[in-house]
């Protein structure tokens, strides 16, 4: 079984819906992320939480919240979708060690606003 | 000026020829490097870190240079299987232990037959 998954993998949605992603891990890390992937703009971040009490904005965090229900679970949720959603989204895990940060993935989910 | 910048190619290589990527990075502060890889329509996944002696794991070669802030890529002998994009990760931290972790946009190499 992967380590990190996320649900769906693809969504067809359309403008002003509310839209929920969700990403769950069997990894045992404290850190999870969302980011999202453009052409052209490559891998942005969207939030971080670094433990279930701990959430903080990306560089990219408008119009887009989040909600980390547990250890293993990290949700984000567009309120209000906008065409320019549309993107790859891709949900990581990390354990930091003092020293380096290295992220897993989670398959991706190809969100599409129409 | 983006942070992380990568030549996004495509490099179209032959089967067993030997290929380099250059990353460069703006942020002196920057602490730790990645190469990640990510096939088509799949998520990325590290390939090697990068250390400032240099590092090499099998046919891949990785080295850092601070005083120039960029980093390398060498890829020996490339087989159908290494055709994929190559991101250039570099970890900057923030303050206390928060980090974070800026990716460039990719070069995407394709090995030929």
């Known amino acids: 079984d992967a380590d990190v998954t996320q649900t769906p993998r693809n969504r067809i949605t359309k403008t002003g819906k509310r839209i929920m992603l969700e990403c769950s891990q069997t990894?045992?890390?404290?850190?999870m992320y969302w980011y999202r992937q453009d052409p052209g703009l490559g891998l942005r971040l969207i939030y971080y939480s670094f433990d279930v009490k701990d959430i903080n904005k990306g560089e990219i965090s408008d119009g887009y919240s989040v909600s980390r229900q547990a250890q293993a679970k990290f949700s984000l949720s567009l309120e209000s979708a906008i065409p320019n959603q549309t993107a790859l989204y891709f949900c990581a895990t990390s354990d930091w060690t003092g020293e380096t940060d290295t992220q897993y993935f989670g398959p991706g989910t190809r969100l599409t606003v129409l | 000026r983006k942070e992380v910048e990568q030549d996004p190619g495509p490099f179209n290589v032959p089967e067993g020829a030997t290929v380099a990527f250059n990353c460069t990075y703006s942020n002196s502060a920057s602490q730790s490097f990645f190469w990640y890889r990510q096939d088509c329509r799949k998520e990325p996944k590290l390939l090697m870190s990068?250390?400032?002696s240099g590092n090499e794991d099998g046919r891949f070669t990785a080295q850092l240079n601070r005083a120039s802030q960029y980093i390398s890529l060498l890829i020996r002998d490339s087989k159908l299987s290494d055709s994929a994009t190559y991101l250039c990760?570099?970890?900057?931290?923030?303050?206390?232990?928060?980090?974070?972790?800026?990716f460039g946009t990719g070069t995407r190499l394709q090995v030929t037959l």
């Open positions: 990894k045992g890390h404290d850190r």
């Open positions: 990760v570099v970890n900057m931290r923030d303050t206390g232990t928060a980090s974070k972790l800026t």
């Open positions: 990068v250390y400032s």
